[in-house]
Each structure stands twice: as C-alpha cells, then as structure tokens.
C-alpha cells in the first residue's frame, strides 16, 4: 500500500472506522483499549495523508476518521499481510481479506456495514458533559454541539422509553434562549430542552 503506517496507525484507523463516529480518548480506550497519541495524531492528520480529524470540544479532544482514512481502510481489506507481520497483525489481515472478499463479491458498501451506534453516541456524549457531575441535566444545545448537524431527535425520542433517560422541559420561560428553543426536541406535544441519564 502506498502510505507507510506504523501498526499502532493502522490499529487506530481500524477502530475510529469500527466507531464510526467522532470519539474521545476516553471512550476509545473503552471500546478498543487504545488512545489517539500525539505522535499518531500527527502522522495521520499529516497534509499528505489526512486520514484523521481531531478537533476541540471545550478541553476535550475528540477523533475521527476521513474519508481518505476510510479509503485507506478498504484498500486494506484486499491487500494482503503486509510484509515481514506475523501474530496478531497476520491474523487481522486475513479476517480483513475474508470480509474484503465478501464485500467485493456481494457488491456491498463498506458504509453500510460500519454505522454509528446512535444510542451509544448520545449516551457517550451526555456522559463526556457531565464527567465531574454524572447524573445532572445537560442542556440540548450543549448535546447537540457535538454532533455537528447530525439528526438526533428520532434516536433521543426513542431512548425516553428507557427507564433511565429523562428529557425535561425548561418551564421557565425567562431561562429559555432562542439557541434553546431551537435545540429542543418536541415530545408528546411539549417540546423537552433538558437531558439526564441516570447512573448505572
């Protein structure tokens, strides 16, 4: 292949397309046991390559992959072992052939089958805002910064059925901004501007 990854690069790449959504550090170590370190960070978001995107919320920094990375990724599942790997890089390389060689056969969109997890999203998001206050309401319009236009009001409509997920309207006018009442999510006819999950 034409960019020489390290197999902590390729490692990453193949866990922010498992994702398929911008993630944290913190998250990331939870669903793959890895970071984005500095040192990868900048190899993949080098000009040439540009396979990664890390951008700010508030202090935090959150990752994800390009569509050049994601290129990168499909090239991946035909070309082979790389040279010279063996245990355990070998072994995901052949799981990449395998999958590699049912999507080419089947006509099949690597887009269709790596999703975001909406629910999970949402949920590592709420639990991002409120990491020092687990269990307090979070404003809508805090939640919604970190999807970047993505549509949420289906997944968050569907969630309030959990025993756990409480969407609460601002009653107090006075207290409600224009940014507010564009971020709220209408439900049974009242429109819901606060969120809280509880603790497990």
């Not at 790449?13 to 170590?29: G, K, S």
């Not at 919320?57 to 390009?66: L, P």
Request: glycine share 6%; net charge neutral; with cysteine.
């Amino acid at each position: 292949m034409a960019e020489a990854l390290n197999n902590r690069d390729q490692m990453t790449l193949f866990a922010l397309l498992a994702v398929a959504r911008p993630v944290t550090n913190r998250e990331l170590r939870e669903i793959a046991g890895l970071e984005v370190k500095a040192e990868t960070r900048r190899h993949l978001t080098a000009k040439h390559r540009g396979f990664l995107q890390s951008t700010k919320r508030g202090a935090t920094n959150v990752h994800c992959i390009t569509k050049p990375g994601r290129d990168w990724c499909l090239a991946a599942f035909s070309a082979g072992r790389p040279l010279g790997e063996n245990f355990p890089v070998g072994v995901l390389y052949a799981v990449l052939a395998a999958i590699g060689n049912y999507l080419n056969r089947d006509d099949v969109d690597l887009a269709t089958i790596f999703q975001p997890d909406m629910e999970q999203w949402i949920r590592s998001v709420y639990a991002e805002l409120t990491v020092r206050r687990p269990g307090q309401y979070v404003r809508l319009t805090e939640v919604r910064k970190w999807f970047d236009g993505v549509a949420i009001d289906e997944e968050l409509d569907r969630m309030i059925e959990q025993s756990d997920v409480h969407l609460t309207a601002i009653l107090d006018q006075a207290k409600l901004t224009d940014a507010d009442r564009r971020a709220a999510v209408e439900i049974g006819g009242e429109a819901r501007h606060l969120l809280t999950i509880d603790r497990p």
